[in-house]
């Protein structure tokens, strides 16, 4: 097949913003790859007005799907879900947040770079962060090769989760997501262990909008205490050594901080 379908799995809740959202599927639906098709669970009760935009949407255009919940539940569990929903009918799948932009041609390279690197899992690309007008801030680079991405490991998550497009043997090798508070890194560590290859393209492939919100959801004691357990968890099971330690400690702290350090902290770090 020239051409194969590719599933994008996007997970909407009420608090966002129906200006974010109709970007971020303008911008899946600007792509330069002819045949992608957007999956969205509208997970928990959404306001009659962002309900409406996805209804739009599912109406206009023919590859757009919609799947309700009642109950807001975890975005692991809801991205599990897509991928039970559509499994057998495509052989890639890419993330999309409610709020960022996928670059043009970014569907397209991550096609054409599964194709030719069949060994390859999972493949991730660079970012560039926005503020809430879309003006950028600042471009941010990932570690290509896989042994990179496995030492960059150390030091935090070696890959943007927005960015990835799965192969389908991710999923049969890995299994899907652990539903728990910062899946993304869990999963990474799942797949390492499960033998998955992993590659970052040095490429921008998405706007990745950067708000006060994001910050003050990463903030409190418990929620902090709960992400350093899990970095715990990756640091042993991975036997990435003692200076992942004291990074998994240094951003402990960080995050403890008050908004206005943890800002221009995120910027210095990343």
Not at 80 to 107: K, T
Request: proline share 4%; net charge positive; charged share 30%.
């Amino acid at each position: 097949m020239m051409h194969p379908r590719v599933a994008v799995l996007m997970s909407v809740i009420d608090r966002e913003r129906e200006d974010y959202l109709r970007r971020a599927i303008d911008s899946i639906g600007a792509q330069t790859y002819p045949h992608v098709d957007l999956h969205v669970s509208m997970s928990g009760k959404l306001r009659d007005s962002l309900a409406a935009v996805l209804e739009e949407y599912r109406r206009r255009h023919t590859g757009v799907y919609l799947y309700s919940h009642a109950v807001n539940r975890p975005l692991a569990v809801c991205l599990n879900e897509l991928v039970q929903n559509v499994w057998g009918r495509y052989p890639y799948f890419a993330r999309m947040d409610s709020d960022d932009e996928s670059l043009p041609d970014r569907i397209e390279k991550q096609v054409g770079f599964l194709k030719q690197r069949r060994e390859v899992d999972i493949v991730g690309g660079s970012i560039i962060d926005i503020d809430e007008t879309g003006r950028e801030l600042k471009r941010v680079n990932y570690p290509v090769d896989h042994e990179d991405i496995v030492r960059f490991f150390r030091k935090r998550s070696p890959m943007a989760h927005v960015t990835v497009m799965f192969r389908r043997s991710f999923f049969e090798k890995a299994g899907l997501y652990p539903p728990v508070p910062l899946e993304d890194a869990l999963y990474w560590m799942q797949g390492l262990r499960a033998g998955c290859r992993f590659h970052n393209m040095p490429d921008y492939l998405v706007r990745v909008r950067r708000t006060d919100d994001l910050l003050r959801r990463r903030s409190g004691l418990r929620t902090c205490w709960q992400e350093l357990k899990i970095r715990l968890t990756i640091n042993r099971n991975l036997g990435l050594g003692t200076s992942a330690y004291m990074y998994a400690g240094a951003m402990f702290g960080v995050q403890l901080l008050p908004i206005a350090i943890k800002r221009v902290l995120y910027d210095k770090l990343r």
